[in-house]
């Protein structure tokens, strides 16, 4: 695959913008990406209860499969906000509609930030005004719906002739269900809509539903994408770069974690059913006990042991258990590995950023990957002060 930086202004036809509407106390908090014609969309959302007024309005409008602008807002989050809180929704649709010239049915929505707190309206529509013009005038998109995120998340590459640009947002309260945090995708390929919902939902499973920081799964989450049909392109060539733009975008979010210091990458393989390799590594990473051993680079392999068999995995021998820890084997046959040295693993996990935890299970041929990060005092510090 070959990287291309710029992010979505790489795909024809696309474009986008950041800006500072004063949502937010200070930084960019408005984001508009704008496709030129009418594309193929899909969306996989949040199976949280409590959903947010743009998340609804959103899969009111992709009903017909069809959108072109997506509008999106840091800060507040439009969340348990009621009447107002849809009307404000809505009302962005209509106003973006307007200045873009496109029909307001064709305008997705998505807001991050503060729950409980209403938006406000004017700040938007002041934000969106004459906002066609402005259209590519910087690359601020990916700042624009940041949080408490200390970077941007933005992956681009093109292979097979086709290009798949996105970003992310995401840092706290990231525990997926069907989707998470919010992502956008902008692609060129000519792809039915029935086809491209089929192919995001399962790349979100395999990369944004296996990422966890801290166990809680957000009332805003969302991912889509738009297509634009100006590249044929075989339905599993484009699967496979959706794949990879996902599951880098995942990783990024997990490295990113609220006071993380350290990106954990799970493999459960030798799993008897691909549910039981899904189980086990998502266990792991979403473990309090095994994220704050490896923040002090502790390596201790018995909470990894506990994780798995909390893991709900139906087809366990822990006499066939294995482990290797940053490529250190720890466990074999279930025990403590011959001659494991602690100081060792200590060491080693002292020296890395990034720690890789590939769990054996011998049990069969399927695997699966999760993503996760440690978790510090700095992460109870970020959530006690999140709202003073």
């Given at each position: 695959?070959?990287?291309?930086?710029?992010?979505?202004?790489?795909?024809?036809?696309?474009?986008?913008?950041?800006?500072?509407?004063?949502?937010?106390?200070?930084?960019?908090?408005?984001?508009?990406?704008?496709?030129?014609?009418?594309?193929?969309?899909?969306?996989?959302?949040?199976?949280?209860?409590?959903?947010?007024?743009?998340?609804?309005?959103?899969?009111?409008?992709?009903?017909?499969?069809?959108?072109?602008?997506?509008?999106?807002?840091?800060?507040?989050?439009?969340v348990a906000t009621g009447k107002q809180g849809m009307e404000c929704a809505e009302r962005t649709t209509e106003i973006a509609a307007k200045e873009l010239g496109i029909r307001a049915a064709d305008v997705l929505v998505a807001s991050t930030g503060l729950i409980g707190a209403q938006l406000p309206i004017e700040k938007l529509e002041a934000g969106l005004r004459g906002v066609r013009k402005e259209l590519g005038s910087n690359n601020a998109f990916s700042r624009a719906i940041l949080t408490t995120d200390t970077f941007t998340k933005e992956v681009c590459v093109q292979s097979h002739g086709c290009t798949v640009a996105a970003c992310a947002k995401g840092s706290g309260m990231i525990?997926?269900?069907?989707?998470?945090?919010?992502?956008?995708?902008?692609?060129?390929?000519?792809?039915?809509?029935?086809?491209?919902?089929?192919?995001?939902?399962?790349?979100?499973?395999?990369?944004?539903?296996?990422?966890?920081?801290?166990?809680?799964?957000?009332?805003?989450?969302?991912?889509?994408?738009?297509?634009?049909?100006?590249?044929?392109?075989?339905?599993?060539?484009?699967?496979?770069?959706?794949?990879?733009?996902?599951?880098?975008?995942?990783?990024?979010?997990?490295?990113?974690?609220?006071?993380?210091?350290?990106?954990?990458?799970?493999?459960?393989?030798?799993?008897?059913?691909?549910?039981?390799?899904?189980?086990?590594?998502?266990?792991?990473?979403?473990?309090?006990?095994?994220?704050?051993?490896?923040?002090?680079?502790?390596?201790?392999?018995?909470?990894?042991?506990?994780?798995?068999?909390?893991?709900?995995?139906?087809?366990?021998?822990?006499?066939?258990?294995?482990?290797?820890?940053?490529?250190?084997?720890?466990?074999?046959?279930?025990?403590?590995?011959?001659?494991?040295?602690?100081?060792?693993?200590?060491?080693?996990?002292?020296?890395?950023?990034?720690?890789?935890?590939?769990?054996?299970?011998?049990?069969?041929?399927?695997?699966?990957?999760?993503?996760?990060?440690?978790?510090?005092?700095?992460?109870?510090?970020?959530?006690?002060?999140?709202?003073?």
């Amino acid at each position: 695959m070959q990287y291309l930086t710029g992010g979505f202004k790489n795909v024809s036809g696309v474009s986008s913008v950041g800006k500072k509407v004063g949502i937010k106390p200070a930084g960019y908090d408005l984001a508009i990406l704008f496709c030129n014609q009418p594309c193929q969309a899909a969306a996989v959302y949040t199976r949280n209860i409590i959903q947010g007024a743009p998340l609804k309005v959103t899969k009111s409008h992709l009903r017909n499969h069809i959108a072109q602008a997506i509008v999106v807002n840091s800060g507040i989050a439009n969340v348990a906000t009621g009447k107002q809180g849809m009307e404000c929704a809505e009302r962005t649709t209509e106003i973006a509609a307007k200045e873009l010239g496109i029909r307001a049915a064709d305008v997705l929505v998505a807001s991050t930030g503060l729950i409980g707190a209403q938006l406000p309206i004017e700040k938007l529509e002041a934000g969106l005004r004459g906002v066609r013009k402005e259209l590519g005038s910087n690359n601020a998109f990916s700042r624009a719906i940041l949080t408490t995120d200390t970077f941007t998340k933005e992956v681009c590459v093109q292979s097979h002739g086709c290009t798949v640009a996105a970003c992310a947002k995401g840092s706290g309260m990231i525990a997926p269900n069907m989707a998470t945090m919010l992502a956008f995708v902008a692609t060129d390929a000519a792809i039915s809509s029935e086809n491209l919902k089929r192919v995001l939902k399962d790349c979100v499973n395999d990369s944004f539903n296996m990422t966890n920081v801290d166990m809680d799964t957000s009332t805003s989450d969302m991912v889509t994408i738009m297509a634009t049909g100006k590249v044929k392109i075989q339905v599993s060539h484009f699967k496979e770069i959706l794949q990879y733009v996902c599951s880098e975008l995942a990783k990024m979010i997990a490295r990113d974690g609220e006071g993380a210091t350290k990106l954990i990458i799970c493999q459960a393989k030798g799993a008897a059913t691909r549910n039981d390799a899904r189980r086990v590594a998502k266990a792991i990473i979403a473990s309090n006990l095994v994220k704050t051993a490896i923040h002090g680079n502790d390596p201790n392999w018995g909470r990894l042991m506990m994780a798995i068999g909390n893991s709900g995995a139906f087809k366990l021998n822990e006499a066939g258990i294995k482990i290797w820890l940053n490529e250190i084997p720890i466990v074999i046959g279930g025990t403590a590995a011959p001659n494991l040295s602690m100081v060792t693993m200590q060491e080693t996990l002292a020296a890395n950023d990034t720690v890789s935890i590939v769990v054996d299970l011998s049990q069969g041929n399927y695997s699966a990957e999760a993503y996760g990060c440690d978790m510090s005092e700095e992460y109870v510090t970020i959530n006690a002060e999140y709202t003073s």
